[in-house]
């Protein structure tokens, strides 16, 4: 990099500008400028300069099939997976086939001025994700990355990230965009393939940390009055077959929060957690299936206690992480209410729910209230209370 800042600075105070805009040397005969520099002939430059491209094109034509092969063993992107085939003596032949096949289109264009673009936007891409890639590891204090550089900081990669897009842009905008397009389409595609290797996933990582930040930030101190939003806690009991019983109350739930802020969807499984680990993880996994059908955003949890009552104490106590956790207490009428054993249970999940000082909402007639596909017409009258 110092040999090459310097050329550039070298030949910009030593050679007219007028010279230097020359694209095809044409007033110096059609020769090169470091040519005619060079000592002790002018063939010494030029015999270099097919030696390096020689050399660079070499390199390229046996480490590119070699990287493609690795990308389509991984399996990151499934079209590209007949290209993992090796020959028998492990050489990736298709791959070698594909970059000869690339290589031979970029010679038949046969104009340097519209090969070079492309081919400078690839770099440049590339210098630009691994500097992204350095500054998400620094950022995430990520355990296995340890630069040996001694003085290195993630701003100097984030600089080198955002130098590398400034003159992607300043080459040629419209590629630039064609190139960032690609490279947006190839994650989405990676994403949607669902591919997870053991390497991580560098955004999602960075979702943490950002949420881990946000959650600090709320145990500064307590929500404005004009901030209050009602938190959600919903409980619904389970049936035999670990369906909830309480349908209709996720879709009340979903939509009277449409998508905003904190819903917590919980349920208790009579048992010892260890003998019932199976069970509770199977009824998690049916209530998370209900409550995307229900179009409801918002978390699942379902524990194991020797008693519903106590489990659901145990709910409304920790249910939630740092500052955001539920402010209201959402469940169904019970059924059979007028016998002893329900009412009393209903009253202590009262007692509970007003000890902890949170809001209740208790909704009655759930199994006739509309789901969110039902389209029904007629007036809805509104009570004030004061």
């Not at 990669?157 to 003159?167: A, D, E, P, Q, Y």
Request: aromatic share 10%; charged share 15%.
């Amino acid at each position: 990099s110092l040999i090459y800042m310097s050329c550039v600075l070298l030949f910009g105070a030593t050679v007219d500008g007028v010279l230097l805009r020359d694209k095809f040397g044409e007033s110096i005969g059609g020769g090169l400028v470091v040519a005619e520099l060079a000592w002790p002939n002018p063939w010494v430059i030029l015999i270099g300069s097919f030696l390096s491209t020689v050399g660079a094109g070499l390199q390229s034509l046996t480490g590119a099939p070699r990287l493609l092969q690795a990308i389509a063993r991984d399996n990151l992107i499934p079209v590209l997976s007949i290209f993992g085939v090796a020959s028998k003596s492990g050489e990736p032949t298709r791959a070698l086939f594909l970059t000869i096949f690339l290589s031979e289109i970029g010679i038949l264009i046969a104009s340097l001025d519209k090969v070079a673009p492309i081919i400078t936007m690839f770099f440049l891409m590339c210098y630009a994700f691994v500097n992204l890639a350095c500054t998400l590891q620094s950022l995430l204090k990520a355990p296995n990355w340890r630069p040996r550089f001694r003085y290195y900081h993630w701003l100097a990669s984030f600089s080198g990230m955002s130098l590398c897009v400034v003159l992607m842009f300043i080459s040629s905008w419209y590629y630039a965009l064609a190139a960032f397009v690609v490279a947006v389409v190839i994650y989405k595609y990676i994403e949607f393939r669902g591919a997870e290797k053991e390497w991580g996933d560098g955004i999602r990582g960075l979702s943490l940390q950002a949420a881990r930040f946000a959650l600090l930030r709320l145990e500064d101190g307590p929500p404005h009055t004009k901030n209050w939003r009602p938190q959600l806690l919903v409980l619904t009991r389970l049936q035999e077959d670990l369906l909830p019983t309480d349908r209709n109350l996720l879709a009340f739930a979903a939509q009277m929060k449409t998508g905003k802020g904190l819903s917590l969807v919980s349920s208790v499984i009579e048992g010892n957690f260890v003998q019932s680990f199976g069970e509770v993880t199977a009824a998690k996994l049916s209530l998370k299936r209900a409550v995307r059908e229900e179009k409801m955003k918002g978390f699942c949890q379902v524990i194991a206690a020797t008693d519903t009552t106590q489990g659901l104490s145990y709910l409304v106590q920790s249910s939630g992480l740092g500052g955001m956790t539920h402010n209201t207490v959402m469940l169904a009428w019970p059924q059979s209410w007028k016998t002893k054993n329900t009412w009393e249970k209903f009253v202590q999940i009262i007692r509970v729910v007003s000890a902890g000082h949170h809001a209740m909402l208790v909704m009655k007639g759930h199994d006739q209230f509309p789901s969110n596909v039902d389209r029904i017409t007629g007036n809805i009258d509104i009570w004030w209370i004061v």
